[in-house]
């Protein structure tokens, strides 16, 4: 399944439906388990360690040997979604049936590795495999079982099952120009897997339906290519800047794709041939680190992601399997670090998340303004090597989702999604 379909399927649920288990939209925020001990304040600048360059290529330059870092992201969602109803028009007039609650979330593993090779005074190179898109949400079968006769399994509609994966290789190279600014720059090539499906919601099927009982089955994958800009500016040894652009493309996503775009009656669109279009958002960081004396240091960011860019997902062939109409999101975080001896150091961040979603909102992938709060630990095994670990409990807002799709009765529900986040990892410089 590619990253296009990821999208596609993380579009059409975002669309259809949309959640995140990580930050808004479908973005994730895995890339170390240092940076998840700070809420990933300062992240794009610190440099202690080679995860840096998932956020500036730059900062390879405050390396001056060759240095290795992998770990894993573990993420453990806890989604909830109640208060649920279908409405539909009867003889009488409108009705409203309750829908049992549903809890949707589940564990994902994100691992990742970096390295960071110096080739003199100036010029450093490095490679890397990490995830910045990723989404799980899976109703269980028979959701929404309990409603009444005609309309048994209409909130399946809505909710279905959206499984997005990613891996990011990035390519990097980072050059100092002088003793306070180095510039970085590096490609992206990214693949994407996924799967989305949407339950027809009717009992029984249209006669004139065959071949499927889906209103969305997609299933596909694919490779994107990008690319990210970086710099660094280093006031003096205990204080310095970094600025970060990424670049995300266009994916076309090719696979199996059923659609069919009203829920009562039609048959599938004849896809064959076509790739569905999804828009990745760009982002731009401003990342700042001050240690103020031996003992402690402050650290920030502000994130920009530009999900405005997501407004419809549609095909090569210019069907608009959904509009999404999402706005633009921002990261703000704060953290501290603290040098407490040789073997340990600690750390603990905080950081405000806002929603991508806007007026269009769903079940199947809940979204909310939300507030990260961290805390994490580096200890040294000896002068070249460490372990660090990393621990975040992400909540969200109670959001209230009123869905419609053509053919399908209304849904109104509340949605909060919860999520706890560990990560470990393992640094060795040469």
């Not at 269980?140 to 005609?150: A, K």
């Not at 992400?394 to 849904?411: C, H, Q, R, W």
């Amino acid at each position: 399944m590619s990253i296009k379909k990821r999208y596609l399927t993380v579009a059409i649920a975002a669309s259809i439906s949309s959640f995140n288990i990580q930050a808004a939209g479908f973005q994730l925020n895995s890339q170390s388990a240092t940076g998840l001990g700070r809420a990933f304040s300062g992240d794009a600048v610190i440099a202690d360690n080679a995860s840096v360059m998932a956020k500036n290529a730059a900062a390879m330059s405050l390396f001056d040997s060759p240095t290795l870092s992998l770990g894993v992201i573990a993420i453990d969602s806890e989604i909830d979604v109640k208060n649920t109803s279908v409405t539909t028009l009867t003889p009488a007039g409108p009705a409203s049936f309750p829908v049992d609650d549903a809890a949707i979330g589940g564990m994902s593993y994100i691992p990742n590795i970096y390295y960071i090779h110096p080739i003199n005074d100036q010029l450093a190179i490095g490679a890397a495999l990490y995830s910045n898109f990723g989404t799980l949400t899976e109703f269980p079968n028979g959701y929404s079982g309990n409603l009444p006769g005609p309309l048994s399994g209409s909130a399946d509609v809505y909710g279905g099952t959206t499984e997005v994966k990613s891996i990011n290789l990035g390519l990097s190279a980072s050059y100092r120009l002088n003793k306070q600014l180095s510039l970085g720059a590096g490609i992206d090539v990214i693949y994407g897997s996924g799967k989305f499906t949407r339950g027809r919601g009717l009992s029984p099927l249209p006669s004139s339906v065959t071949g499927t009982s889906d209103l969305v089955d997609i299933d596909a994958d694919g490779f994107a290519l990008g690319f990210n800009l970086g710099s660094v500016f280093e006031v003096d040894d205990n204080n310095r800047f970094g600025l970060t652009y990424r670049f995300s493309p266009t994916l076309e996503a090719e696979g199996d794709m059923a659609y069919i775009p009203n829920a009562s009656v039609g048959k599938p669109y004849d896809l064959s041939g076509e790739k569905l279009k999804m828009p990745l958002p760009d982002m731009a960081e401003f990342s700042g680190f001050h240690k103020l004396n031996d003992k402690f240091a402050v650290h920030y960011s502000v994130q920009w992601i530009g999900w405005s860019s997501f407004d419809k997902l549609e095909t090569t062939g210019g069907t608009i399997i959904k509009e999404y109409e999402w706005q633009d999101g921002w990261h703000y975080a704060i953290g501290g670090t603290y040098y407490l001896n040789n073997k340990w150091t600690l750390r603990a961040g905080y950081m405000y998340d806002t929603s991508a979603q806007d007026q269009l909102t769903s079940i199947s992938v809940p979204d909310s303004d939300r507030n990260w709060i961290s805390g994490g630990f580096t200890y040294h095994l000896d002068s070249k090597s460490n372990i660090d670990f990393g621990l975040t409990y992400l909540m969200g807002k109670d959001v209230n989702v009123n869905e419609s799709t053509t053919g399908a009765p209304t849904l109104t529900a509340t949605t909060k999604a919860n999520a706890w986040l560990y990560g470990i990892q393992y640094s060795q410089s040469f």
